[in-house]
Each structure stands twice: as structure tokens, then as C-alpha cells.
């Protein structure tokens, strides 16, 4: 399969996700005209350069999973379709790996995107398509916001309360604990009043 003929193939799997093809509980679409000027103003990012070249879709190690593909989510960013893009699994499934950002031509960092997309989906309340990578990714921020660094066993206690699944990998849970992987009390960072300036910057 040629390059073009795999990009076809990906998109054409992705849209169908993405449409709801086959759902008909699809709601009509309702564009936000602010919501590229949000995202840009949040993420400090111009996306208007993106000129739909596919070249960070095409080198993305996860589209295989997602429902919208990372130069589609750009596109509907652009397009202002905020509920389509806050409601994607695709914003929770980016690894974060910077592989798009690198081989875009035009500087757009699309694993900032993904950040700047995941912020705004939980202050605004929208439920994660993805929520157990959205509990992760909760317990991790509240853990650094707690003491400035991560504490695992913080973490997980935070992930447990909020996914309710307090069995799942509890045998690797033990196995890192009886080597020392886990450690038991927290180390925060002494300079506490720093901490609490820096942390409001990463809520705007
Ligand atoms: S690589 Fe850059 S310009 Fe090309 S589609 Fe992706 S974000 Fe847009
Ligand atoms: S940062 Fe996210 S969207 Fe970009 S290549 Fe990696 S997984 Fe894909």
C-alpha cells in the first residue's frame, strides 16, 4: 500500500468513527466561532497555518485508536466544531511522543493542542470519552499540584478513589511496592509559596 493510499484508508476509518456512521443518535452540528480563538489564546499556538499537509497524522504511532485524526482534530478546531473535539477520544489517547509536532512544516505543536484541548474539556466540565485516562490524568496533576512533585502512591491512592476500580493491577501494585518502586511517604518541594504562584498559570 502507497503512502497516499494508507492516509486514505486511515482517514476513511477515522470519519467513520468521528461521523457516528451507522449511529443514528448523531446530533446535529453546531459550530462555536470562539472556540479557535480560545484555543489559541490558551495554548499561546497559532493554528490557522495548518495547511492540512497530513504529515503529522501520517507519522502519529496511535491513530490506529483514535476516532478523529490529529490533523482532522486541527481542522475542527479551526472549523469551531468544540463539542466534536472536546467529546473525542483522541484527546486522551495522545501520548504526548511530540512525533506530529516534529514533522509538521508549519511549527504546529499538536501534543500541546492535546493539552490545551484536555484543559479545557475538564474545566468546562465535559464528560472524557476516555475516562479512565481522564482519572489519570486528574490524579497526576492534583498530585503535583499537592506538593510540587509526584508521590506514585499518591497517585494511584487519587486514581483508585476515582476510577472505583481498587483491584485492577493491585498485583503489580504489590510487586513494584516489595522492590522499592513505591515509596511510601511523599518528598514535596520545600519552596511551597512558589508552588502556589505557578500552579494558577497551568489552570488558565
Ligand atoms: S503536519 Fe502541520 S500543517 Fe500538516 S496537517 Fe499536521 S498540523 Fe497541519
Ligand atoms: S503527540 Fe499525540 S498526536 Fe502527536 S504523534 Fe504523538 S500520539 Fe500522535
Request: proline share 5%.
Amino acid at each position: 500500500m502507497t503512502n497516499a493510499e494508507e492516509t486514505a484508508s486511515m482517514e476513511s476509518a477515522a470519519g467513520e468513527k468521528a461521523s457516528g456512521v451507522g449511529d443514528d443518535s448523531r446530533s446535529a452540528i453546531s459550530p462555536d466561532p470562539s472556540f479557535l480563538g480560545q484555543v489559541e489564546e490558551i495554548g499561546e499556538e497559532r493554528l490557522t497555518p495548518c495547511f492540512q499537509c497530513v504529515k503529522c497524522s501520517g507519522g502519529c504511532p496511535l491513530t490506529f485508536a483514535m476516532d478523529v485524526l490529529p490533523h482532522q482534530l486541527v481542522r475542527m478546531v479551526q472549523m469551531g466544531l468544540k463539542q466534536e473535539v472536546l467529546k473525542s477520544s483522541t484527546i486522551w489517547l495522545c501520548a504526548g511522543c511530540e512525533t506530529c509536532s516534529t514533522r509538521c512544516p508549519n511549527g504546529v505543536s499538536i501534543a500541546h493542542l492535546m493539552d490545551v484541548l484536555r484543559q479545557i474539556a475538564l474545566t468546562e466540565g465535559v464528560e472524557p470519552a476516555e475516562p479512565e485516562v481522564a482519572g489519570f490524568h486528574t490524579a497526576f496533576l492534583d498530585e503535583i499540584r499537592a506538593g510540587g512533585r509526584l508521590h506514585e502512591m499518591g497517585m494511584v491512592r487519587r486514581y483508585k478513589f476515582r476510577t472505583r476500580k481498587w483491584m485492577k493491577d493491585a498485583g503489580l501494585g504489590w510487586r513494584m511496592f516489595s522492590r522499592g518502586k513505591l515509596k511510601l511517604l511523599p518528598v514535596r518541594i520545600r519552596d511551597r509559596e512558589w508552588l502556589k504562584k505557578v500552579i494558577p498559570r497551568f489552570r488558565r
